[in-house]
Nanobody, 123 residues
Framework: QVQLVESGGGLVQAGGSLRLSCAASARTFSRYNMGWFRQAPGKEREFVAAITLSGGRTYYADSVKGRFTISKDNAKNAAYLQMNSLKPEDTAVYYC????????????????WGQGTQVTVSS
């Protein structure tokens, strides 16, 4: 019921920044909690960040706290992931996700997924 399309990935040097965007096709975007996940080569998909319906609460993986910021703009039907101080270990395909409940996002099993966008951080 919701289509998600990520953009903004690319190649960046360590210490640099990227801003990922997630455009959502949804009748009522405000009814969805949003999240970001990533999957690096040879690793399982992991939780990165989540944000509640109106942006009132945010959650972050320990590995990105203080460096990444998730946000949500219900008026624009979009979610974002601002990534600062990027490290080579941040290299992964980043996926946007949505769910009517925040619990599946935090648990890693949201209902809706985007196609992913590649982020590569060089040393």
């Amino acid at each position: 019921q919701v289509q998600l399309v990520e953009s903004g990935g690319g190649l960046v040097q360590a210490g640099g920044s990227l801003r990922l965007s997630c455009a959502a096709s949804a009748r009522t975007f405000s009814r969805y909690n949003m999240g970001w996940f990533r999957q690096a080569p040879g690793k399982e998909r992991e939780f990165v960040a989540a944000i509640t319906l109106s942006g009132g609460r945010t959650y972050y993986a320990d590995s990105v706290k203080g460096r990444f910021t998730i946000s949500k703009d219900n008026a624009k039907n979009a979610a974002y992931l601002q990534m600062n101080s990027l490290k080579p270990e941040d290299t992964a395909v980043y996926y946007c996700a949505a769910d009517a409940s925040v619990t599946p996002l935090r648990s890693g099993v949201p209902t809706h997924w985007g196609q992913g966008t590649q982020v590569t951080v060089s040393s």
